[in-house]
């Protein structure tokens, strides 16, 4: 098991790559943002923030995963 850092610094990093997994994702199947969000039952501005790598809520990160036919894991890994 290992510690936390003493901030919380390494958090933006990782979300934002995150983000731009999501976005790849998204884009190498040629899809919009609107066409993710609508099919997620998203808002827009909701799957903006998930790809600028903004603090987002689990279910969201799980809409799109499922909308994309991606398992989690790959997207947070």
Request: no cysteine.
């Given at each position: 098991m290992r510690d936390l850092?003493?901030?919380d610094n390494w958090l933006p990093d990782l979300r934002r790559a995150i983000g731009e997994r999501?976005?790849?994702?998204r884009r190498r199947q040629?899809?919009?943002q609107d066409q993710v969000w609508q099919a997620a039952h998203l808002d827009r501005g909701t799957v903006q923030n998930v790809e600028r790598g903004e603090e987002v809520k689990l279910g969201t990160l799980l809409r799109i995963a499922w909308v994309l036919d991606v398992p989690l894991a790959?997207?947070?890994r």
């Open positions: 850092p003493d901030d999501v976005r790849a994702e040629g899809l919009t790959d997207f947070v």
